[in-house]
């Protein structure tokens, strides 16, 4: 199973961005799909998560300016970046629970993708 991450970039304050994630390889399903993001200096936390009735999670820095969604039929999560700040710079990682049989699952991270954005 393999995360491919997309969609990071270079852009200034107030702007948007869309990330995202789509898995591939052999697995039953996916349960869990979620973003987390590492700025230098600071640990890894999470950004946003939505699990497979839809019900989404988010950060306390990040609510109503991000939105996660997922197309389950594509494997693939998105993560709409709306009013950023310089805060928000970082890695962005992905990070899907995934069923790999019936009752046997695992965590699979994608690798980064780099937001900047500047003042």
């Known amino acids: 199973v393999q995360l491919q991450a997309s969609g990071g970039g270079l852009v200034q304050a107030g702007g948007f961005l869309r990330l995202s994630c789509a898995a591939s390889?052999?697995?039953?399903?996916?349960?869990?799909m979620a973003w987390y993001r590492q700025a230098p200096g600071k640990q890894r936390g999470l950004v946003a998560s939505i699990d497979n009735g839809h019900i989404t999670k988010y950060g306390d820095s990040v609510k109503g300016r991000f939105t996660i969604s997922r197309d389950s039929a594509k494997n693939t999560a998105y993560l709409q970046l709306n009013s950023l700040e310089p805060e928000d710079t970082a890695v962005y990682h992905c990070n899907f629970m995934i069923f790999l049989s019936t009752y046997r699952w695992n965590q699979f991270w994608g690798h980064g993708t780099e937001v900047t954005v500047s003042s």
């Open positions: 390889g052999n697995f039953f399903r996916i349960e869990t």
